[in-house]
């Protein structure tokens, strides 16, 4: 039986898909809650990272460690990028990767991760296709585009062009390049949903309370559909 990992940043992305496990057990490893748990007939292990990319690249190689996972979702909100995207949208990650990486005075591109292979880590096609199919079974609303990850808000306008235009990026978010990284380093799949919740611009600040249950809830339904189904 496959085991498959989901990862949220807080509490409010992963509640859902958490309220219906059947639980197994609990462990803490890193000040990390993992929880093993039967959901639609599937091995599930979950766990709230907390925010930021160190977090979340921790919180991922522990699960691939300690419960040996088949796959890992990185379940969450984001700000908008993609023109069109509304509040409550899903973004499927293509691919993800970190906005902040800046070794430019070394002479490499911004983004660009110094002596790896790449920089840019490519969700599991098949986790794509699941997540697509779920989008319309769920009656949801998205796209399949890279997420771009950094250990800051975006709630200006600047930053989100700067984004937009450097790295053609559908969604901002503080984990999923850290969690992609971790998981090509592991050779394990991975995909990345995330609801919008912001538009990440100078209103971001705003729209974040305002719409951040919505989107986890939206995302939510995705990863419930996908669990049934991968």
């Known amino acids: 039986m496959k085991t498959i990992g989901i990862i949220g940043a807080m509490d409010l992305e992963i509640q859902k898909i958490k309220g219906l496990l ?3 057990t609990t462990k803490n490893a890193a000040g990390m809650d993992f929880t093993l748990g039967m959901l639609e007939g599937r091995s599930i292990v979950i766990a709230m990272c907390g925010v930021g990319k160190v977090n979340a690249a921790v919180c991922t ?11 890992i ?3 969450g909100v984001a700000g908008g990028l993609s023109p069109g995207l509304e509040m409550g949208d899903i973004v499927i990650s293509s ?3 970190q906005h902040d990486m800046n070794v430019e005075g070394l002479g490499y591109a911004r983004g660009v991760i110094p002596d790896m292979a790449t920089s840019l880590f490519k969700a599991a096609p098949e986790l794509i296709e699941t997540a697509e199919d779920a989008l319309i079974s769920c009656g949801l609303k998205g796209v399949i585009g890279r997420v771009a990850a ?6 200006d306008k600047s930053l989100k062009d700067y984004i937009i235009n450097s790295f053609d990026a559908a969604c901002c ?34 729209d974040y309370p305002a719409f951040k249950r919505m989107a986890a809830e939206n995302s939510g339904k995705i990863v419930h559909y996908m669990i049934k189904n991968i």
Do not use: H, W
């Open 61 to 71: 190689q522990i699960m691939i460690d300690l419960f040996a996972v088949d796959c």
């Open 150 to 155: 950094g250990d800051v808000f975006v709630c």
């Open 95 to 97: 691919d993800a990767m």
């Open 73 to 75: 979702i990185n379940v």
């Open 173 to 206: 978010e503080m984990e999923g390049g850290a969690i992609a990284q971790t998981c090509y380093l592991n050779k394990v799949p991975f995909v990345i949903i995330r609801a919008i919740s912001d538009s990440a611009d100078d209103s971001g600040s705003m």
């Open 22 to 24: 059947n639980v197994i």
